[in-house]
C-alpha cells in the first residue's frame, strides 16, 4: 500500500470577525477549537481551504 501525504494544519487566529464563508472553511477543515492542529490527507481541496483562510490557519512542520 502506498502512504498517503498528510498535512498538519494548526488553527491559530479566531474566526469571529470574519466572513460566514471563512467560519464556514474553519469548520470543514475540523477545527472545534483554537490552536487546535489537525491533520489531513495533502490534497488540491484541503491545500485550496487553506489558501482561503491564510490569516486564520497555518502549515505545521512535521
Not at 494544519?9 to 460566514?20: D, E, F, G, L, N
Not at 483554537?34 to 502549515?59: C, F, T
Request: overall charge positive; proline content about 3%.
Amino acid at each position: 500500500m502506498a502512504e498517503t501525504k498528510k498535512i498538519r494544519i494548526q488553527y491559530y487566529r479566531s474566526a469571529i470577525a470574519t466572513p460566514v464563508k471563512h467560519k464556514l472553511i474553519i469548520k470543514g477543515l475540523g477545527f472545534t477549537r483554537l490552536n487546535q492542529i489537525v491533520e489531513r490527507v495533502d490534497n488540491e481541496s484541503v491545500r485550496g481551504m487553506v489558501k482561503a483562510v491564510p490569516h486564520l490557519v497555518r502549515i505545521v512542520e512535521q
